[in-house]
Each structure stands twice: as structure tokens, then as C-alpha cells.
């Protein structure tokens, strides 16, 4: 700055006296000072939740110093941006996450416990932020911290949604669903930006129009609501960068209803106006399966017109020509949920802007890359275009247009292979005619990306196999990858702590790869001994969830054996609990005295069914079924007890992980795109037990098969096997518990038939039968690893020594070069 601005500048630093400190009495002023002035109670008298909100909002303002520097020096710099756009990011808590990337973790300890508080303690108080379903919302959240600690310019854009995921509450052992207000107690988290916002507009017709002497188009809407921004800061770890997450709220728009007005029903306006909010009220609980609601269509065009707006107004800012679009955004669709940006964009340039169509066309083939995130043909969206015509007509028109431009394109390159061509057609023709999502996607991005190994080669041989001979280079796949920030430093302190210890470093938090080093040790005695202390401690505070949870009591002899994720047929939970039957059945046909061979398991299983799942739904009955009668069973005591934990999510999950000794990952082979949680679990130093599917084949290369339990049939005999139906192998065993099931064994016998029919009678989709037998071989060796316990941390140390490559910091480096293009911009201290 020079001149005036200049000495403005200068007189405000002297007034602010530089940055807020971090040393423990500048933060116990801080906090003290929020307790007064922002929580508005008395510095003499705050309770825990009062000295949570206190300490939160001093973490905030030093967020929101570093994201001022971060957008400024982005501005300055303007680099080419990455804007990431989701419909769900899962974040879960935020202080012990903001204070360990701000690296001011002992700091905020020291200061609270001089004010009387304990850092754990008030870090309970916080509620989690469920704006997703699961795998995929987690994954964006865990990107969005790599991304901000590589220093990539980048922005994450979604949903402020108003009530997150539902909770679960189990009555009587079946799932109820309660709405999770989760704003009740405020977010110190989003700052609301009352001044960023966009009217988005909906229905209404599209008119014809001469301008200049040449034809455009002109949408005349028939709603309009406003978008507000709610910024989430997200810190980078041993960096000052702090990247933005904006998240958009739905309110109703400025510009009145002139209509009811001037009839005088003012009441009635009003309350029309309060209907806009209902946008971004819920978050849509089934994951994967969304087909044809106005509202959830409705929610994806109100987050990708404002975010549109907003990036073309921070591009048009700086430039004034839109051939350099390209050059400075990349716009990443997570899945197809945001894919109807594709037709915005191309809305704006040649609508609005009036690029003409083959300049706008060449623009949006540049700058659009999609991951996608399932095999499964549920999960592939489809829009009825009679909704899409109704709600968005302009849009309908230019998603049209570029078909018959990719249709008369394929046909000079294929000829007239009708059946090829009616595949690959964006709109599909039949009763319904539907707009395929992931069609538009692939022919408008010039990046197709999966997220494993397998789950690519399954779209370039199955899924998308029509659009890959087309177009072999767009194929890719950059493997999942989580945050070991969250995965380990903030849930597992102690580990994290044993970790540095024996690296001699702390780097391992930003330089993943520096795990490997923990190999050499994993047959040292004195890292064995701790590892195991580590291990146990993490287990007691397990332990003591569940039985405040169930009230059911478990020894920490026993190993812990979990599946945590949500409930689906594909990830077949059903097998599990079929296998604990088992088990159980054992252990009550074996003499006495052999019991003492067995090895003490605790069965810990947890996960939303989404609400209109039916299955899923009786999973979930059984299981507590089960639990009652197995845990109530003196005759088995501790050699067995099985545990549903309720209400799973992410914190749940950061209890959960730590103290798990085996966890199960049993997809039936070919059918979970990656997987996610079974890194979470490998970089705690959790034996996996698992089949040859998604992520976890890429495990098996880093760890080897011998420090894993994989069983069941490979991902190129499913269909076969599939093809035997009721010719298929299935052992007695298998037989024998789905029976005592069906015979009432464990109560409810008419409610659960309908789940015993899913895998008997030649219907057993999911190949439980099939796999049962090597399933059961898997846990037989399992348990005796476990029973040779110098053997075991063996395995435990090299699972987290191997661990590095499912660090979403590596999944982030490789989009960046391959898929984006960009480059960090580190802002200096
Ligand atoms: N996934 Br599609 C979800 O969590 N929800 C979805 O709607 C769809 C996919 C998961 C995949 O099931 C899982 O295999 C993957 O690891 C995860 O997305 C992240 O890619």
C-alpha cells in the first residue's frame, strides 16, 4: 500500500498489536473474554458447554485471521482454483481438529486446566456436523483437509443443510429416525456472510428473443429464492493456509410476491415466502439410491447456481475474457449430484454471456472432472425429464442440444449401432423418459475418474464399458485416501504419540509415507510392550462407551471385533451376525471342557439403514435379536457377547476405531467402489478382516496377505457363481443357522422371514452362502493370530507401518497433477 491507504494500514496493526497469541494466558484471556462478551455469561461462573462455546470461538478468530491472509494471498496470486462441489461433506467435530492443524493443541490444554477445565472434557460438548451419508461425504470432508495442508488453492462448495443426518434410535431393537437439529445450540464453526448471496431461480418458461440481430434464448423463471454463504474455515496442518468450505442456505428472496400483495393476502405471501427455507432444510438420508424427488433436484440446481455465481463473479473480477476460464478454475463433481452445473455453465456463457455455443461448449469440455463412486446401477441418478422440463426448462433444452451433438458425433465414429447408441444417449427413452447423469458427466468432463484400481477397471469393463472404447484416455482412477490428522492424531492421541516417539518426529503428520519407518520395529519387544499399553487404554474407554451405551459389561481380554458403516446388503452385515450364530451354536454343542480353547470375542456391529430400507431395517432387528439372547446366555458368559452400537457416526467412530483389534470389511467382491473406513482402521494398527474387494486388494499389496484374513470368492467368479442359483455350494452350516433364524430361534420369526428369503431359495444375491465357508476359515485363523499375541502386534505395528498410501494427502497430490492442474500456493507467514 502507499499513501493513504498506507498509514490506515499502519494505524490499524498499531492498534491491534499484531496477531492473537497462543501462549496459555493470552488464550485464557480470550476465552474468558467469549465466556463475558460473546456466550454472554460470567467470567466467575461458566459451566463445561459454556467453556466449549468459549474456546471455540477463540479457536474461530485465529481460523479467521489465517483465512483472511489464505483469500487475500489468492487473490493476489490468482492461480488456477479448484472448486470442489459436493451435496454432502460428513466434518463431524471441529475443535480438537482445529486446535491439533493450528498446533495449538497443548496450548488450549494448559490454558483451560488453569481455568479449572479438561480440554477432553469440554471436546465432548460438541455436537457432530452430519451434512452426509457416509463414505462419500466422509471422504470430502477428509480431502478438504489434505487440500488446505498441500496449500492447494482451493474452495469446497455444498449444502447448509438444516437438519444433517437422522439419528438412530433403537426402541425395542428396531431403528427409529429423529431429526438431527443440529444448529440448536449454535455452530461457532460458519461465519454467515449476510452479504454473499444469489437469487437462484426455478420453473417458469424459456422465450425466444433478437438480440443484436441474432436469436438467443431468455428463461423466464417463475421462483426465485436466495442463496446465502455460510463459510466453514478448514486449517491446513504446519501451514497458514486455511482453505474455505461455503456452504448454501436457502432464505426466502427479497423480491416480494407482488401477486398476493396487491390481493391484499398479505398473510398468505408470507407464509409462501417462508417455503423457499424448505430447500436446504434435510439432507437426503438414503445413500445411493435417489431417483426423481422435485425437492432433492431442487436442492442440487440451488447449490450449483450459487456456487456458479459466485466463482464467475470472483473469475470476472480479475479478468474480462472467458477463454481464460479455463486456465484459472477446475471444477471437481463429486459424483453426479452437482452434474447439473455442466448445463448452467453452458447456460451462463451462452445465455447470459453470449459466448456463442461452440466458444461456451469448448470452455465446459475444459474445465469439468467427475469422480464417481459405485458400481451399482441404483446409485447411477437419473432425472425424469418431465420434472427437469418443469423445474428447469432452459436447462432441459441445452442438455437436448448436447446430445444431439454427442448423438450425430457417435455416429459418424460408430455408424448406426442403434442399441450402442441408445445406451449412450444422455436421455433414456422408455415409459419414463429420464436424463442418465453420469452420461452427461462422462461427455462433458474431460476426466473420468474412480476410486480404487478395481472399482476403474469395473467401469472401463462393465459400467461405462461403451463410453471407454470411445474414449479410453478420460478413464482414470486416483484411489481413496483419509486424513491421518483426524484418523489418528485427534482420535488416537496416545498412538499418535508412540508413532513420534519411535520415528523420532512428528513429520509422519504431513509426510504420511514416513510410516514405513515403524517396520523395523515391529519386532522390537519395548515398541511391542507400549504398542500393547496404547492398544489397552484404547480399549478401556471403549469398553466403557459400550457398556453406557448397552449396559452390557465386556472383558478387555477378548478381542474386539467390529463392522462399522452404513447397513447395506451389498456390505453384508447379515453374514456377520449369520457367522456369530454360528459361533454362538458352537460353543453351546462343545464340551465343557474345550471351552477354554476359545477365543473371547466381543462382536461390535454399527450403522444407519436408511429409512425406507427394509432390509437393512431388519438387519438391524436381528442383530439386537441376537444380542439379547447370546449376551443374556450365562452358559457362554464372556466367551461371546455381541454389541449394536446406536446412533453411529463420526465421533462414534473415533472412539470405535482405536480400540477395535480385528474389523471386517466382507463386501461381496466387485460391488464397494473402495471403502474407506478399513484405512481408518489399518492406520490404528487394526487386523483387517476382509474379501478381495475395492480398496482393501490395494491393502493386501502394501501390508501383504499374510497380515490380513481375507477370504470369499474374487471379483471375476461373482458372476458365475451368481449364474448356479440354486445349484450353488452352500455348506450345512450355513443351513443350519439361517434355520434356527427362520425357526423363530432368536423371536420374531414372521418378521424375518422376508430376510431369510434374500439369501435362500436360489436367491442368495450377495453369495453369503457361497462364501460362508472361507468366511468362517478367515475367522478360525483369526482367532488363532490373536491367541499368539507377540505375533498379533506384529501384524497391528505393520498394518499402520503400511498404511501410508491411503492418506488422503496422497489422493489429493494425484488429482492435483493429473486431473486439476494446479499448483500449491503456500501464503507466507
Ligand atoms: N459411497 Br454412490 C457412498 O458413501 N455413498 C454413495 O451414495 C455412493 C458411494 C461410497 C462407496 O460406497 C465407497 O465404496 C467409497 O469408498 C466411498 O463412497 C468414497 O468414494
Not at 190 to 210: L, Q
Not at 266 to 284: C, F, K, M
Not at 462 to 479: A, C, G, I, N, S
Request: aromatic share 10%.
Amino acid at each position: 500500500y502507499s499513501g493513504e491507504r498506507k498509514a490506515k494500514a499502519e494505524r490499524i496493526l498499531g492498534l491491534m498489536d499484531g496477531f492473537l497469541k497462543n501462549d496459555p494466558v493470552s488464550l485464557q484471556k480470550d476465552i474468558l473474554e467469549h465466556v463475558e462478551y460473546t456466550v454472554a455469561r460470567s467470567r466467575f461462573s461458566f459451566d463445561d458447554f459454556e467453556a466449549y462455546q468459549a474456546l471455540s470461538h477463540s479457536v474461530r478468530d485465529r481460523l479467521i485471521e489465517r483465512w483472511h491472509d489464505t483469500q487475500v494471498y489468492f487473490k493476489r496470486k490468482d492461480p488456477k482454483r479448484l472448486y470442489f462441489l459436493s451435496l454432502e461433506f460428513l466434518m463431524g467435530r471441529s475443535l480438537s481438529n482445529s486446535v491439533i492443524n493450528l498446533g495449538i493443541r497443548d496450548q488450549c490444554a494448559d490454558a483451560l486446566s488453569q481455568l479449572g477445565f479438561e480440554f477432553e472434557v469440554l471436546a465432548e460438548q460438541e455436537g457432530d456436523a452430519a451434512l452426509g451419508n457416509g463414505g462419500l461425504a466422509r471422504l470430502s470432508a477428509c480431502q478438504m483437509d489434505s487440500l488446505a495442508t498441500l496449500d492447494y488453492p482451493a474452495w469446497g462448495y455444498g449444502l447448509r443443510y438444516q437438519y444433517g443426518l437422522f439419528r438412530q434410535v433403537i426402541l425395542d431393537g428396531f431403528q427409529h429416525e429423529q431429526p438431527d437439529y443440529w444448529l440448536n445450540f449454535g455452530n461457532p464453526w460458519e461465519i454467515e456472510r449476510v452479504h454473499v448471496s444469489y437469487a437462484v431461480k426455478f420453473y417458469g418458461n424459456v422465450e425466444e428473443e433478437i438480440l443484436n440481430g441474432e436469436k438467443c434464448k431468455v428463461w423466464i423463471p417463475g421462483e426465485t429464492v436466495e442463496a446465502v454463504a455460510y463459510d466453514n474455515p478448514i486449517p491446513g496442518y504446519g501451514t497458514r493456509n486455511t482453505v474455505n468450505l461455503r456452504l448454501w442456505a436457502a432464505k426466502p428472496s427479497g423480491q416480494h410476491d407482488m401477486e398476493s400483495y396487491n390481493t391484499g393476502d398479505y398473510i398468505n405471501a408470507v407464509v409462501n415466502r417462508q417455503r423457499a427455507e424448505t430447500i436446504s432444510s434435510v439432507l437426503y438420508p438414503d445413500d445411493r439410491s435417489h431417483q426423481g424427488k422435485e425437492l432433492r433436484l431442487k436442492q442440487q440446481y440451488f447449490f450449483v447456481s450459487a456456487s456458479l455465481q459466485d466463482i464467475i463473479r470472483r473469475f470476472k473480477e480479475a479478468h474480462d475474457n472467458f477463454d481464460v476460464f479455463p486456465e484459472k478454475v477446475a471444477l471437481q463433481l463429486n459424483d453426479t449430484h452437482p452434474s447439473l452445473a455442466i448445463p448452467e455453465v453452458m447456460r451462463v456463457l451462452v445465455d447470459e454471456e453470449h459466448l456463442g455455443w461452440n466458444r461456451a461448449w469448448d470452455i465446459v469440455c475444459k474445465i469439468f472432472s467427475f469422480t464417481t463412486h459405485t458400481v451399482l446401477p441404483e446409485g447411477l441418478e437419473k432425472i425424469p425429464v418431465d420434472l427437469l422440463e418443469s423445474l428447469l426448462p432452459r436447462h432441459l433444452q441445452i442438455i437436448y442440444d448436447i446430445n444431439f451433438n454427442f448423438m450425430e458425433e457417435l455416429k459418424k465414429k460408430i455408424g448406426l449401432d442403434y442399441d450402442r447408441l441408445s445406451r449412450m444417449s444422455i436421455v433414456e427413452e422408455g415409459a419414463v423418459k429420464n436424463i442418465r447423469m453420469a452420461n452427461l458427466s462422462i461427455v462433458c468432463c474431460h476426466t473420468v475418474d474412480g476410486v480404487s484400481r478395481v472399482h476403474s477397471e469395473l467401469l472401463k469393463s462393465r459400467v461405462f464399458k461403451d463410453f471407454y472404447e470411445l474414449w479410453p484416455q478420460k478413464f482414470q482412477y486416483k484411489t481413496n485416501g483419509v486424513t491421518q490428522r483426524r484418523w489418528i492424531v485427534v482420535s488416537n492421541p496416545g498412538l499418535s504419540a508412540l508413532i513420534s516417539k519411535w520415528l523420532g518426529t512428528e513429520a509422519w503428520i504431513r509426510d504420511v509415507d514416513l510410516l514405513t519407518g515403524l517396520r523395523e520395529y515391529a519386532a522390537d519387544a519395548d515398541l511391542q510392550q507400549e504398542w500393547k499399553m496404547v492398544r489397552k487404554v484404547n480399549k478401556m474407554r471403549l469398553a466403557e462407551y459400550i457398556e453406557a451405551m448397552s449396559g452390557v459389561k465386556v472383558s478387555l481380554d477378548a478381542m474386539f471385533d467390529v463392522q462399522i458403516k452404513r447397513i447395506h446388503e451389498y456390505k453384508r452385515q447379515l453374514l456377520n451376525i449369520l457367522s456369530i450364530i454360528h459361533r454362538y451354536d458352537c460353543i453351546k454343542n462343545m464340551e465343557k471342557s474345550d471351552r477354554r480353547k476359545v477365543v473371547p470375542r466381543v462382536c461390535i456391529i454399527g450403522g444407519k439403514a436408511a429409512p425406507g430400507y427394509e432390509i437393512a431395517k431388519k438387519i438391524i432387528k436381528l442383530c439386537h435379536a441376537v444380542a439379547e439372547k447370546i449376551n443374556n446366555d450365562t452358559d457362554v458368559g464372556d466367551l461371546l457377547k455381541l454389541v449394536f452400537i446406536p446412533d453411529y457416526n463420526v465421533s462414534v467412530a473415533e472412539l470405535v476405531i482405536p480400540g477395535a483389534d480385528l474389523s471386517q470389511h466382507i463386501s461381496t467382491a466387485g460391488h464397494e467402489a473402495s471403502g474407506t473406513g478399513s484405512m481408518k482402521f489399518l492406520m490404528n494398527g487394526c487386523l483387517l478382516l476382509a474379501t478381495a474387494d475395492g480398496s482393501t486388494i490395494e491393502i493386501i499389496e502394501e501390508i501383504g496377505s499374510d497380515n490380513m484374513f481375507l477370504f470369499g470368492a474374487k471379483v471375476h467368479e461373482v458372476q458365475a457363481l451368481r449364474e448356479k442359483g440354486p445349484a450353488l455350494k452352500t455348506p450345512l452350516q450355513f443351513a443350519r443357522v439361517v434355520k434356527m433364524v427362520r425357526d423363530g430361534y432368536f423371536g420374531f420369526e414372521d418378521h424375518f422371514k422376508s430376510l431369510c428369503d434374500t439369501v435362500e431359495g436360489g436367491s442368495d444375491f450377495y453369495l453369503l452362502g457361497s462364501d460362508f465357508a472361507s468366511y468362517l476359515e478367515a475367522q478360525a485363523a483369526a482367532d488363532k493370530a490373536f491367541v499368539d499375541q507377540e505375533k498379533w502386534t506384529r501384524m497391528s505395528i505393520l498394518s499402520t507401518a503400511g498404511s501410508g498410501r491411503f492418506s488422503s494427502d496422497r489422493t489429493m497430490e494425484e488429482y492435483a497433477k493429473k486431473t486439476w492442474g494446479i499448483e500449491p500456493c503456500k501464503c507466507p507467514f
